[in-house]
């Protein structure tokens, strides 16, 4: 697993989000790897990003920053905003940010 970004910490925050809810980092379906938010992957690559499709909801997208368990798209929907291993806290603002990862 490859993460990449403007990480300020190990448990994947980054310098555009660093709040200590931002524990996540999604794997971005164009180019495989994971990256903590879309301002890292638009700054760091030379490709557009693609958006995972709702048949796609069964794979392991989402990394949890604090246990680095991977969690499938649907087990993050499912999640309401704890992981499910770790109970660690995840930002609820990300959901404002869906569209651009996930088809909804």
Known sequence: MMLK???VDD?????HYHSPLDIIA??????????????CHRELTD??????TKEERD???ILCGVCKTELTIQQYFDSANTCPHCNSSFNPNCSRHYHLYFEL
């Open 26 to 39: 999604i794997k971005f379906k164009c180019c495989g790897d994971y990256y903590p938010c879309f301002e």
């Open 59 to 61: 794979t392991k997208a």
């Open 11 to 15: 448990e994947t925050r980054c310098e």
């Open 47 to 52: 490709h557009p990003a693609q958006v995972w």
């Open 5 to 7: 970004g403007k990480l």
